[in-house]
């Protein structure tokens, strides 16, 4: 039931990070994958590193704020491999300031990537999944339940993704399509080597509150992403789930 031989999956955000981490764990699995993200240097890295594990993979450009870059995906994809099956909503910004210091220009930046880009994906990618019964897997975060003084528009975004998740799960269960989210807590990235550079202490506050006693790592997503986009959650639909060592659990 974890079998992905046959499947066709687009992860957004997929040269890097936990949207790669993700992508490793379904191409392992069996999967062709599609790396849609912006940076063709990082996407091409990213498809060499997939093809390593015997995947059929392949970058598509894209821009998931702008509706006509995720039309082009969808359709290069689905005539590139017949079909879609796994879309990965990973693809996502932050900007670190005050609620009081960001601009209307920042705010619309943070969502209309983290939370426009992922509803026009699912919207895009409907049909395709909806023709052979799909899997739908967004990515929130700790911030989808937490506040944080410096990721207003972040937090509103990410929140968001985990209501789009359920209204989406609930429209979509009779086509067949399962839609879930997962919320990564502090994971090792480049976005947040950013955040401890800019946020003294940060390291050991996560550290301290953590029961696992680590930042998680991308590798940590692959299991998730394989089980969310298999059969073996076939029976799950609407669900946000932490992967984060326990860090939402602790008080």
Known sequence: MFDLSGKVAIVTGGDGGIGL?????????????????????KSA????????????????????SSDSSITALMEQAASDFGRLDILVNNAGTNVRLPAQELTLEQWHQVLDTNLTG????????????KAGGGKVINVGSMLSLFGSAVAAAYGASKGGVVQLTKSLAVGWAADGIQVNAILPGWIDTALTRTAREQLPGLNERVLAR??????????????????????????????????D?????EV
Request: charge should be neutral; aromatic fraction near 8%; proline fraction near 5%.
């Open 21 to 41: 981490g993700m992508a490793r764990g379904l191409a392992r699995a069996g999967a062709s994958v599609v790396v849609a993200a912006r940076n063709p240097v």
């Open 45 to 64: 890295q990213a498809v060499a590193e997939l093809q390593v594990l015997g995947a059929r993979a392949i970058a598509i450009e894209t821009d998931v």
């Open 118 to 129: 992922a509803f026009l994906c699912a919207k895009a990618a409907y049909p395709y999944l």
């Open 210 to 243: 953590s029961p696992s006693g680590r930042w998680g790592v991308p590798s940590d997503f692959e299991g998730i992403a394989l089980f969310l986009a298999s059969e073996a959650s076939n029976f799950i639909t609407g669900a946000a789930i932490p992967v």
């Open 245 to 249: 060592g326990g860090y939402s659990s």
